[in-house]
């Protein structure tokens, strides 16, 4: 039988070392769903784009900043960063062999291929969170984007990333003055809260509209330089 416009197709599925990611077609956008959690897809991208802006501006005019992108998802951020040659070096921490898969030669290829050739760009695969606890780099921005929100990860091991010592973590990857950026999506009075307690400075949330429900936010924050 064939399918109809409005049913999601899978193009693949895979086994990952969390769990199972599926990558499917729906109508003209391709989604990508973990464990059965909808995770991101094509449709629009730009809160994935001014995830990477905002921490571009809210940095001290630093030439060519290096930024870590903490999860590759459908590529909006890493294509943005590179498409932008005010940046330095571009670190992008992705856990999923599947996702790397589907840019390096599947379907997402046709979103980051120009990121990937540029010579700036680089692709860790490593879980996030044991990469900010354990990596000597330092960075001058820092952009994640690995689950739905401060409150909403999409697996339970990601919940540390969001604490006082997780976000220490973080702070200790950054450079003097470098900026924290962190997608959610929904507003979290509360992680602001958990930023401050980890001595970040200059804590705030800019919203991004979306055509329906809760706008996307982006919660920025400073390490003291």
């Excluded at 693949?12 to 909808?38: K, S």
């Excluded at 932008?84 to 030669?105: F, K, L, Q, S």
């Excluded at 401050?196 to 055509?211: L, S």
């Amino acid at each position: 039988m064939t399918a109809t416009y409005d049913t999601p197709v899978v193009i693949d599925r895979r086994e990952g070392p969390y769990g199972e990611v599926v990558l499917r077609r729906h109508g003209g956008l391709l989604q990508i769903i973990a464990n059965g959690c909808f995770l991101m897809d094509t449709s629009d991208g730009r809160s994935e784009r001014l995830l990477v802006d905002a921490a571009y501006d809210a940095l001290d005019g630093r030439a060519l900043p290096s930024v870590l992108i903490g999860g590759l998802g459908v590529g909006f951020s890493l294509a943005h960063a590179a498409a932008d040659p005010r940046w330095g070096r571009i670190t992008v921490v992705e856990r999923e062999p599947a996702v790397i898969a589907w840019h390096r030669e599947g379907p997402l290829s046709a979103l980051s291929a120009d990121a990937l050739a540029d010579p700036r760009t680089a692709v860790v695969e490593a879980d996030l969170v044991a990469y900010v606890n354990e990596t000597y780099d330092t960075y001058d921005a820092l952009c994640l984007d690995i689950d739905n929100g401060p409150g909403w990860t999409v697996t339970e091991g990601n919940d540390s990333l969001y604490s006082q010592a997780g976000l220490a973590s973080c702070a200790r990857a950054l450079r003097p003055g470098g900026v924290l950026a962190v997608w959610s999506a929904q507003p979290s009075p509360e992680f602001e809260g958990t930023l401050r307690n980890a001595g970040f400075q200059q804590v705030r949330t800019e919203e991004i509209p979306v055509a329906r429900g809760v706008p996307d936010v982006v919660h920025l924050a400073v390490r003291p330089g």
